[in-house]
C-alpha cells in the first residue's frame, strides 16, 4: 500500500503539474469530413482523453444532443456565411438563439459558455466579405441572448485570426490592429469588454513557417533552440509568446489591458507539406503544452492560458485552399487513432486514448492492375478526377506518401476514392485500370486506408452519399 500511496502521489503530481497552469483543456472539433464518427463517439473520445471543452463550428443537432450531460463546456458555432442574416434581422438571431443554445441548456443540458459568431471573417483573403456583418450580428445574437435570459451564462465572442493585429517595429510592443480595420476592431473590443465576452484569437506558427522560407523553424516551437528577441527587457523565445503579446499590447495601447483572451486555435499539422509530418506536430503540441503547463504565462500577460488545441480529429473534407495540410491538422486520424505520442497531462498513461467501438467496412483495397499500362491515356484523367472527389493530400513532395512510385500514386488515388464510397464496386471501375486486392498496398509511413462504416446522422449525409453515387455513373459515362 505504501508503494501504491506514493506512485499515487507522483501520478498525481505530474498530472497536476500538466494541467493545473491551464485553464481547462479544449479541443476544436471539426466536421467537414467524407465519414465522420458518430458524435457519441467523439464525446467519448473527448472525455477519455481529459479535454474539458470543446470548440464546435456550427451547431449541428446531434453534436449538441451527445454534448449534453457530458460536463463538457461547449462554444457553439455560427458559420461566417450566416452572418449577413443574423446581422439584418433581430428576429432571426432570436429564432436562432432559441433553436441552438437555449433549446440545447434548458433540454438536454448541454453546457454551452460561448457562441462563436463567425469564423476568422476579417480574413485579408476575404477582402472585406463580412466587414460590415460581423458586428451587428454579433450586437444581435447578444441582444438574444438576453432576452432569452442567457447572458450571464453564455457569452459572445469573435474567434479572430492573428492578421487583424500587427506591429510597425516588429516586435510585440508595438503592437496595435491592422490599420484598415483599427475602428471596427475597437468597436467589437469596446462590446466584448461591456459584455464580458473574451477575445477570441487562433495563433499559427505553422503558417508563418509554411508562407515564408525565411522564418526561423527553431522559433515555432518551444525548446528554447532559437535565438531570443528582446523587446524592452521582455524577453521571447518563441513565436506564440510573441504573437500573444502583440494583441496584448494592442489591447493596452487602446484601452483594454484587461480583456480575457482565449486562444481559439492552435495546433501543427501532420500531413500534406514538407514541415507537416507527425515529429513536427508532436514537438510542436507536446512543447506548447509544457509551456502552458505551469500557468506562467507571457511576459505581458502572467497566469493560466484558455486554449483549444486545432484540431482533434483530421477532416478530409475541407477545403485545401489554403493548403493541402488542411486536412490533417488532428492529433488523432479521421478514426480517432493517435497519430503519435502527446501526453496532455489528462490520463493515467500520460498518453492519447483511441476512440473506442469504431466499425470499419471490409479490408480490401482499390488499386492499379499489374497489367494496366501508365502510358494508358485514361490514367491521368482517372487518377484527376478520383483525387478531385476525394483526398490526395498526402501524396507529393514531403508529404507521408511523397516516396511512392507512379504505379503507387495512382494506387492511392484510386483506393482514396474507392473508399470515400464505401467501397461500391462501381467505384473501382476506371476503364482497365483498376482492381480490387485483398493485399493491403500501404508501405512504410503511407497507409492506404480503410473507411469506416458511413455514419449516417441527418438527411445531408445521406443525400450527400447519393450525389457521390451519381457521380460514379457521370464519370463511366464521361470516360467510355
Known sequence: MASFSVYASITFLSLCAMICGVSGLGANWGTQASHPLPPETVVNLLRDNGFQKAKLFDADYGTLRALGKSGIEVMVGIPNDMLASLASSMKTAEKWVSQNVSQHIRKNNVNIRYVAVGNEPFLETYNGSFLRTTFPALRNVQAALIKAGLSNQVKVTVPLNADVYESASGVPSGGDFRADIHDLMLAIVKFLSDNGGPFTVNIYPFISLYIDSNFPVEYAFFDGNSSPINDGGATYYNMFDANHDTLVRALQKNGYGNLPIIIGEIGWPTDGDRNANNEYARRFNQGFMSHISGGKGTPMRPGPIDAYLFSLIDEDAKSVDPGNFERHWGI?????????????????????????????????????????????????????????????????????????????????????????????????????????????????????????????????????????????????????
Open 332 to 480: 488523432f486520424t479521421y478514426d480517432g487513432r493517435p497519430k503519435y505520442q502527446l501526453n496532455l497531462g489528462t490520463t493515467n498513461s500520460g498518453s492519447l486514448v483511441p476512440a473506442r467501438s469504431v466499425h470499419y467496412l471490409q479490408k480490401k483495397w482499390c488499386v492499379m492492375k499489374p497489367s494496366a499500362r501508365l502510358d494508358d491515356p485514361q490514367v491521368a484523367p482517372s487518377v484527376s478526377y478520383a483525387c478531385g472527389l476525394a483526398d490526395c493530400t498526402s501524396l507529393g513532395y514531403g508529404t507521408s506518401c511523397g516516396n511512392l512510385d507512379a504505379r503507387g500514386n495512382i494506387s492511392y488515388a484510386f483506393n482514396s476514392y474507392y473508399q470515400k464510397n464505401n467501397q461500391l464496386d462501381t467505384a473501382c471501375k476506371f476503364p482497365n485500370l483498376s482492381m480490387i486486392t485483398k493485399a493491403d498496398p500501404s508501405v512504410g509511413s503511407c497507409i492506404f486506408q480503410i473507411t469506416m462504416e458511413p455514419y449516417y446522422g441527418g438527411a445531408e449525409r445521406r443525400i450527400g452519399s447519393l450525389r457521390l453515387v451519381v457521380g460514379l455513373f457521370l464519370f463511366v459515362l464521361i470516360i467510355l
